[in-house]
Antibody, heavy 130, light 110 residues
Framework: QLQLQESGPGLVKTSETLSLACSVSGGSISSSGYYWDWIRQPPGKGLEWIGSIYHSGGTYYNPSLKSRVTISVDRSKTQFSLKLSSVTAADTAVYYC??????????????????????WGQGTTVIVSS | QSVLTQPPSASGTPGQRVAISCSGSRSNIGSNAVNWYQQLPGTSPKLLIYTNNQRPSGVPDRFSGSKSGTSASLAISGLQSEDEADYYCAAWDDSLNGGVFGGGTKLTVL
């Protein structure tokens, strides 16, 4: 059974870079046909998609965060990571990592949520404060 | 302001049927599959419906999904107290080239 676990500092100073990791266990992060996702939820608010990375390294980012976000995969550590730069109080949230299966035709694979995000981490709270 | 529009709240009594709507546009719901997630208080979201109307293993058949044009709906029949949660719709948006969520609907079982 695939499991995901977020880790990282719970407190980040304003204007600094938020760095989180998501450890993958019970399965391979290099499995073909899967995207690895970051989603966040500000206190008392709804879910916001941050970005996704394909097993081969291709990335998709939320346009509103794109200039500040980097998602990468570290296969040696079986984890993927999120970096969000120049953070402000508006970045305070619970950050979740998740996985979704790509929609593949005979020739290509696409990141659309055809099969949904079927595995989620428990989430980690990040507070941004000066 | 979320790209997908959901009512902020819904309610029903035990045994009743409730429906939660999700409205989008041609670039998201109109072109791609819709998923629904259930988030119980203090927990991570859980996939409830994928590909518009498919239930993952273990999800009771009281939960059903449908899609028509640029709108989707989640129906819960035989409402139970443990269904009290936040529900979110989601889809891929071809214009944004990214995922989009609804603002969430808080379901109260009276």
């Amino acid at each position: 059974q695939l499991q995901l676990q977020e880790s990282g500092p719970g407190l980040v100073k304003t204007s600094e870079t938020l760095s989180l990791a998501c450890s993958v266990s019970g399965g391979s992060i290099s499995s073909s046909g899967y995207y690895w996702d970051w989603i966040r939820q500000p206190p008392g608010k709804g879910l916001e998609w941050i970005g996704s990375i394909y097993h081969s390294g291709g990335t998709y980012y939320n346009p509103s965060l794109k200039s500040r976000v980097t998602i990468s995969v570290d296969r040696s550590k079986t984890q993927f990571s999120l970096k969000l730069s120049s953070v402000t109080a508006a970045d305070t949230a619970v950050y979740y990592c998740a996985r979704h299966q790509a929609f593949c035709t005979k020739t290509s694979c696409y990141p659309t949520y055809y099969y949904g995000m079927d595995v989620w981490g428990q989430g980690t709270t990040v507070i941004v404060s000066s | 302001q979320s790209v997908l529009t959901q009512p902020p709240s819904a309610s029903g009594t035990p045994g009743q049927r409730v429906a939660i709507s999700c409205s989008g546009s041609r670039s998201n719901i109109g072109s791609n599959a819709v998923n629904w997630y259930q988030q119980l208080p203090g927990t991570s979201p859980k996939l409830l419906i994928y590909t518009n109307n498919q239930r993952p293993s273990g999800v009771p058949d009281r939960f059903s999904g449908s899609k028509s044009g640029t709108s989707a709906s989640l129906a819960i029949s035989g409402l139970q107290s443990e269904d009290e949660a936040d529900y979110y719709c989601a889809a891929w948006d071809d214009s944004l080239n990214g995922g989009v969520f609804g603002g969430g609907t808080k379901l109260t079982v009276l």
